[in-house]
Nanobody, 128 residues
Framework: QVQLVESGGGLVQAGGSLRLSCAASGRTFSAYNSAWFRQAPGKEREFVAAIRWTGAATYYGDSVKGRFTISRDNAKNTLYLQMNSLKPEDTAIYYC?????????????????????WGQGTQVTVSS
């Protein structure tokens, strides 16, 4: 079983930066694909970024490309999301998630059901 705990959320001004962390417990994390999703009030949950368990491939939602960077440190069992050039529309609760690897990850990385474990979320608020 994998447990995930997000941290690093907070209040920032538009144009600022924030780094989210997701600390994982469990021996399977280092061999699992991982991702970040977010959900704003009244909105559907949105895919943000994903990364293969090896870290060799990353994927991003269109709204965050060029601004966000997903990374991981398997030795520390930690997933990261570096967020730059933040916009008010980035305001949401951010969730980290992880799931088993597969050959189709390059086409399924944005599908929620592809992941097994979810964190409790961390709030990110961007003021204008």
């Amino acid at each position: 079983q994998v447990q995930l705990v997000e941290s690093g959320g907070g209040l920032v001004q538009a144009g600022g930066s924030l780094r989210l962390s997701c600390a994982a417990s469990g021996r399977t994390f280092s061999a699992y694909n991982s991702a970040w999703f977010r959900q704003a009030p009244g909105k559907e949950r949105e895919f943000v970024a994903a990364i293969r368990w090896t870290g060799a491939a990353t994927y991003y939602g269109d709204s965050v490309k060029g601004r966000f960077t997903i990374s991981r440190d398997n030795a520390k069992n930690t997933l990261y999301l570096q967020m730059n050039s933040l916009k008010p529309e980035d305001t949401a609760i951010y969730y980290c998630t992880t799931g088993p690897p597969g050959r189709t990850f390059s086409t399924t990385y944005g599908i929620e059901s592809n992941y097994d474990y979810w964190g409790q979320g961390t709030q990110v608020t961007v003021s204008s």
